[in-house]
Antibody, heavy 119, light 105 residues
Framework: QLQLQESGSGLVRPSQTLSLTCAVS??????????WGWIRQPPGKGLEWLGF???????YYNPSFQSRVSISEDRSMNQFSLHLTSVTAADTAVYYC???????????WGQGTLVTVAS | EIVLTQSPATLSLSLGERATLSCRAS??????LAWYQQKPGQAPRLVIF???KRAAGIPARFSGSGSGTDFTLTITSLEPEDFAIYYC????????FGPGTRVDV
């Protein structure tokens, strides 16, 4: 069974870079079937997709974050990572790692990790 | 950007009642429309994908329908565990979500 687990700093200073990692178990990040991605949810608000990385290393980002976001993978560790630069308080959110699978739906979700941007 | 609008914002119903949730898109979609259920403090959970297919473990009282710009999630008889927020999501373009419909008692 595919499982995802986020980890990373829960507090980031304004203007710094937010970095999170998603550990994958039950599947390989190099598997062609999936896209590996990140979605966030500000407190009390809705869901916002940030981007994907595919098995071949190609990436696809939300145009609204294109200049600040990057997603990478580490096949040796079977994990993938999110980096979001120049953060502000508006980037405070619960960040979820996800898989996009059959019919381009998000079939699997991590439990989420709250990241607060504050000085 | 494809904008999704969900209605109503809140649906107040009783156990055993039928829930009908609407998702409308700013432009015509392909069939890749999904619905998610989210309970407080939990990650969203996939309910319906490909417009009408139930995800693994989702009971038959949940069904999805629609095409073009109008899609519907129906819960035929509400159980206590169904009270939650439901989001629709499209994949005709880069993924976007609707603002959600809260189903409460």
């Amino acid at each position: 069974q595919l499982q995802l687990q986020e980890s990373g700093s829960g507090l980031v200073r304004p203007s710094q870079t937010l970095s999170l990692t998603c550990a994958v178990s039950g599947a390989s990040v190099s598997r062609a079937y999936y896209a590996w991605g990140w979605i966030r949810q500000p407190p009390g608000k809705g869901l916002e997709w940030l981007g994907f990385i595919y098995h071949n290393g190609n990436t696809y980002y939300n145009p609204s974050f294109q200049s600040r976001v990057s997603i990478s993978e580490d096949r040796s560790m079977n994990q993938f990572s999110l980096h979001l630069t120049s953060v502000t308080a508006a980037d405070t959110a619960v960040y979820y790692c996800v898989t996009e699978g059959d019919a381009y739906a998000f079939h699997s979700w991590g439990q989420g990790t709250l990241v607060t941007v504050a000085s | 950007e494809i904008v999704l609008t969900q209605s109503p914002a809140t649906l107040s119903l009783s156990l055993g009642e039928r829930a009908t949730l609407s998702c409308r898109a700013s432009q015509s979609l392909n069939r890749y429309l999904a619905w998610y259920q989210q309970k407080p403090g939990q990650a969203p959970r996939l309910v319906i994908f490909d417009s009408s297919k139930r995800a693994a473990g989702i009971p038959a009282r949940f069904s999805g329908s629609g095409s073009g710009t109008d899609f519907t999630l129906t819960i035929t008889s509400l159980e206590p565990e169904d009270f939650a927020i439901y989001y629709c999501q499209q994949r005709t373009d880069w993924p976007t979500f609707g603002p959600g419909t809260r189903v409460d008692v």
